[in-house]
């Protein structure tokens, strides 16, 4: 059972665009929510992350919005860069008492065109 | 830091075959995560220690999965006997109790079962 749904699988977008990747939970036990970049050949870095107490969160050009009653959480990669070009997971978790064991969406494919 | 060190970072085996996966966790961390990735299931957490003993293992597809740690810069994961359906990219990943909001992932282990 997929408890986290992400979308799109796949996104391009031009050099200075938005991306935006979108991200669906199940379990309304979950209390972490962060997201990782992979580069080709790499394993996962986290990339940045949200607790539900605030709606959002931005650092630099990637922010998280994030909206508890539809249980919903977003990317928004704004001046999309040719280096961003990766593939991004969206994560959940419950707290840290049960080992903060992730699980993870399926993965959105981000190629950025300069 | 040398971050999380996996070997092999590739290996081709025959079906039936015995495959041993090594992980050294970053110096200092308490946590040890075992993922696998593929593209049907995307990234899986397969087993997780805390100091050295086993937590959860829900994860572990079957019993030709096993996973130790014997002290803690050191564990292995195991596969045997190897099946095709077994092909997929293995993550470790550590983390230390005070950071535990940080995974930090290895290259990753491809493995090929043919």
């Known amino acids: 059972q997929q408890q986290v749904k992400q979308s799109p699988q796949s996104l391009i977008v031009q050099k200075g665009g938005i991306s935006i990747i979108n991200c669906a939970y199940e379990?309304?036990?979950?209390?972490?929510f962060p997201w990782y970049q992979q580069f080709p050949g790499k394993g996962p870095a986290l990339l940045i992350a949200?607790?539900?107490?605030?709606s959002e969160k931005k650092e630099g050009r990637f922010t998280i919005s994030f909206n508890k009653s539809a249980k919903q959480f977003s990317l928004h990669i704004m001046d999309s860069q040719p280096g961003d070009s990766a593939t991004y997971f969206c994560?959940?978790?419950?707290?840290?008492?049960?080992?903060?064991?992730?699980?993870f969406g399926g993965g959105t494919r981000v190629l950025v065109k300069p | 830091d040398a971050g999380v060190i996996q070997s092999p970072r590739h290996e081709v085996t025959e079906m039936g075959q015995e495959v041993t996966l090594r992980c050294k966790p970053i110096?200092?961390?308490?946590?040890l995560f075992w993922y696998r990735q593929t593209m049907m299931r995307g990234l899986e957490l397969l087993i997780y220690?805390?100091?050295?003993?086993?937590?959860?293992d829900s994860g572990m597809p079957e019993d030709r999965f096993s996973a130790k740690m014997p002290n803690a810069s050191f564990s292995t994961l195991k596969i045997q006997p190897s099946e095709p359906r077994d092909s997929a990219v293995y993550f470790c990943?550590?983390?230390?109790?005070?950071?535990?909001?940080?995974?930090?992932f290895g290259e990753g282990s491809w493995l090929t079962v043919v």
């Open positions: 990943a550590s983390t230390r109790e005070g950071a535990r909001d940080t995974i930090y």
């Open positions: 379990n309304t036990a979950f209390d972490y």
């Open positions: 949200i607790r539900p107490d605030v």
């Open positions: 994560a959940a978790s419950k707290s840290w008492a049960a080992g903060n064991k992730l699980t």
């Open positions: 110096s200092g961390h308490d946590y």
């Open positions: 220690f805390n100091n050295n003993v086993p937590i959860d």
